[in-house]
């Protein structure tokens, strides 16, 4: 059964996109810590980070970098940070969210986003990519 974000991917269920390419896609979370939170995605369907093929890995951690620097562009912030959690769904996917306290990092009992808001956020991050 393909995994929430590849039902995504595929446009089954709506999502704000902010890069695609051949290997991955970036989205906006539907529970972001905070405006700009990110999920970087491939678009193989790999359970653990640790079993992604090394030039995978080695390409979505480029992705992250281009976009923790739109993030820090669009979202102005002492820093952009990086989780890899992956006990939520099954399917490989780093957090980038922008940070400016230690307690900006939650993974729980976030709030669902307004979907305009997240369409705004998406849009702004987009520019800041060029």
């Not at 099954?90 to 307004?114: G, K, N």
């Amino acid at each position: 059964m393909a995994s929430i974000f590849t039902r995504i991917m595929q446009g089954e269920i709506p999502g704000h996109f902010v890069h695609e390419d051949e290997q991955c896609v970036v989205i906006m979370t539907i529970q972001p810590m905070k405006p700009g939170h990110v999920l970087v995605i491939p678009r193989e369907e790999v359970d653990h980070w640790d079993d992604l093929p090394e030039a995978l890995y080695v390409h979505l951690m480029g992705v992250s970098r281009r976009v923790a620097k739109a993030i820090k562009r669009a979202f102005p912030c002492r820093r952009v940070g990086m989780l890899v959690v992956g006990l939520e769904v099954p399917h490989v996917h780093i957090h980038l969210t922008p940070l400016d306290e230690m307690s900006d990092i939650q993974v729980v009992d976030l709030p669902m986003a307004d979907p305009a808001d997240l369409a705004a956020a998406a849009e702004t991050l987009r520019a800041a990519l060029g």
